[in-house]
């Protein structure tokens, strides 16, 4: 077990605050008190180090530990069947806050919450909230155009809130358990992506001002490594390995904020193709800060992180300016992975280098993948008899094919690979 930092020994009824090392290293405050008959522990959220701004100073997670006192305690006193989305939301997200979970995840949870949750539940008290009108936001929001993989996401949210509601004791039983889920295969499975001279039409329309040699490595990357808008944004020159040809991925930049990549499996090494290494290197070369911390992808002028919501318009207009279909800056991600299949890679090998928590997201990309005897097998299938041609087909201008089999050993196209003979009356078997 962890070992615990007790603080002073506490008045009666005041609580107790603590901390113990976390996972990632450092510490994490931590309270107990008791309300009633129910004793509450609470993750406060990470302690602060000496000579450090970033975590609670000891008076900041006292101030919190009061603060939670008081909300917990009178709590009971509001009628447990009032209690609204809106209203278990909010304390939720400030739970997962002091947890120190993503500043990007707090807020998409918090724009799920304004957005969808609670102008379709209102005030309804949670208690009265049963699976069918679960079903019934869905139904509604599938009539609105939403995706299926952003209807999970919803419940998603909504299951965690109730789970919340009950470990706080302000409600009992998740109706979301009881419904019946869309699956997130349910959607367009069409992936866009751009072939090679469709690429190079978006590169080549790339306007001639600051930014444009910046963005033509950008997109080239973004196309030859398959990262994510916000893993190329936080890339650093230490992460690019010139001498291993490897692009390491250890950060992401999302909402202004610098964080840990998106899952597990998205802290990755990518191989780094020539072509890519060589632009990157000219890049290098006219780049003005070249230090190992010094952003890859930065601002020309003051190094500092591209705004995303720039990188997406400039990327859409010099799309616009080729003349190629409406694609998206994510699709150059599609573009790596689709390209990967088509060239034979294996599947849970594009997983790896494209960081796929799932490998049924790679899945995605199979259908892109070579056949190989497929199209001969088929062939084989379908294969005539030379002496009776199919309905409707001149036989003197149907080309007769060997077996697949004949191909593959290099052999000659012997009569009995074209077909058994027709078999007539009053022959012997």
């Given at each position: 077990m962890?070992?615990?930092?007790?603080?002073?020994?506490?008045?009666?009824?005041?609580?107790?605050?603590?901390?113990?090392?976390?996972?990632?290293?450092?510490?994490?405050?931590?309270?107990?008190?008791?309300?009633?008959?129910?004793?509450?522990?609470?993750?406060?959220?990470?302690?602060?180090?000496?000579?450090?701004?970033?975590?609670?100073?000891?008076?900041?997670?006292?101030?919190?530990?009061?603060?939670?006192?008081?909300?917990?305690?009178?709590?009971?006193?509001?009628?447990?069947?009032?209690?609204?989305?809106?209203?278990?939301?909010?304390?939720?997200?400030?739970?997962?806050?002091?947890?120190?979970?993503?500043?990007?995840?707090?807020?998409?949870?918090e724009?799920?919450?304004?957005?969808?949750l609670?102008?379709?539940?209102?005030?309804?008290?949670?208690?009265?909230?049963?699976?069918?009108?679960?079903?019934?936001?869905?139904?509604?929001?599938?009539?609105?155009?939403?995706?299926?993989?952003?209807?999970?996401?919803?419940?998603?949210?909504?299951?965690?809130?109730?789970?919340?509601?009950?470990?706080?004791g302000?409600?009992?039983?998740?109706?979301?358990?009881?419904?019946?889920?869309?699956?997130?295969?349910?959607?367009?499975?069409?992936?866009?992506f751009?072939?090679?001279?469709?690429?190079?039409?978006?590169?080549r329309?790339?306007?001639?001002?600051?930014?444009?040699p910046l963005?033509?490595?950008?997109?080239?990357?973004?196309?030859?490594?398959?990262?994510?808008?916000?893993?190329?944004?936080?890339?650093?020159?230490?992460?690019?390995?010139?001498?291993?040809?490897?692009?390491?991925?250890?950060?992401?930049?999302?909402?202004?904020?610098?964080?840990?990549?998106?899952?597990?499996?998205?802290?990755?090494?990518?191989?780094?193709?020539?072509?890519?290494?060589?632009?990157l290197?000219?890049?290098?070369?006219?780049?003005?800060?070249?230090?190992?911390?010094?952003?890859?992808?930065?601002?020309?002028?003051?190094?500092?992180?591209?705004d995303?919501?720039?990188?997406?318009?400039?990327?859409?207009?010099?799309?616009?300016?080729?003349?190629?279909?409406?694609?998206?800056?994510?699709?150059?991600?599609?573009?790596?992975?689709?390209?990967?299949?088509?060239?034979?890679?294996?599947?849970?090998?594009?997983?790896?280098?494209m960081?796929?928590?799932?490998?049924?997201?790679?899945?995605?990309?199979?259908?892109?993948?070579?056949?190989?005897?497929?199209?001969?097998?088929?062939?084989?299938?379908f294969?005539?008899?030379?002496?009776?041609?199919?309905?409707?087909?001149?036989?003197?201008?149907?080309?007769?094919?060997?077996?697949?089999?004949?191909?593959?050993?290099?052999?000659?196209?012997?009569?009995?690979?074209?077909?058994?003979?027709?078999?007539r009356?009053?022959?012997?078997?």
């Open positions: 962890a070992a615990r930092t007790a603080t002073a020994k506490r008045a009666y009824g005041s609580g107790s605050l603590y901390s113990r090392p976390s996972a990632g290293g450092g510490e994490t405050w931590y309270a107990a008190f008791r309300v009633g008959r129910r004793r509450v522990k609470r993750a406060l959220g990470p302690r602060r180090a000496a000579g450090s701004r970033a975590g609670l100073s000891r008076s900041e997670a006292e101030a919190e530990l009061r603060r939670l006192m008081d909300e917990e305690r009178h709590a009971p006193s509001v009628r447990l069947e009032r209690l609204t989305i809106g209203e278990v939301g909010t304390a939720y997200l400030r739970h997962l806050d002091a947890l120190g979970r993503k500043r990007s995840t707090v807020e998409d949870y724009s799920t919450l304004r957005v969808h609670v102008p379709f539940f209102g005030e309804a008290p949670m208690q009265a909230i049963t699976p069918v009108d679960v079903e019934a936001f869905m139904a509604s929001e599938r009539r609105a155009g939403r995706a299926p993989k952003s209807v999970l996401n919803y419940l998603g949210f909504l299951h965690s809130l109730f789970a919340f509601s009950e470990k706080r302000w409600g009992a039983g998740n109706p979301v358990k009881l419904v019946d889920k869309p699956r997130p295969g349910d959607g367009d499975p069409e992936i866009r751009l072939d090679e001279g469709e690429l190079a039409a978006v590169i329309a790339v306007p001639d001002d600051d930014r444009g963005e033509r490595v950008l997109y080239l990357v973004a196309a030859m490594t398959g990262l994510r808008q916000g893993e190329l944004i936080a890339l650093r020159w230490r992460d690019v390995d010139w001498s291993a040809g490897r692009i390491r991925v250890r950060r992401n930049f999302v909402r202004g904020q610098y964080g840990t990549p998106k899952s597990k499996r998205s802290s990755r090494a990518v191989p780094l193709a020539d072509r890519a290494g060589a632009e290197e000219r890049h290098f070369q006219r780049s003005l800060r070249q230090g190992d911390e010094d952003l890859v992808f930065g601002h020309p002028q003051l190094g500092t992180p591209l995303r919501s720039k990188v997406l318009k400039r990327f859409k207009a010099a799309a616009r300016s080729a003349g190629v279909r409406a694609v998206r800056f994510h699709d150059l991600r599609h573009t790596f992975g689709t390209r990967l299949a088509a060239a034979g890679v294996p599947l849970r090998t594009i997983q790896e280098w960081g796929h928590r799932e490998y049924r997201t790679t899945e995605r990309y199979a259908d892109y993948a070579p056949g190989g005897r497929e199209a001969a097998l088929v062939n084989d299938a294969q005539q008899p030379a002496d009776i041609p199919a309905r409707g087909l001149d036989a003197s201008r149907t080309p007769r094919r060997c077996s697949s089999r004949a191909v593959v050993a290099s052999q000659a196209c012997p009569s009995s690979l074209s077909g058994p003979p027709a078999y009356h009053g022959d012997s078997k």
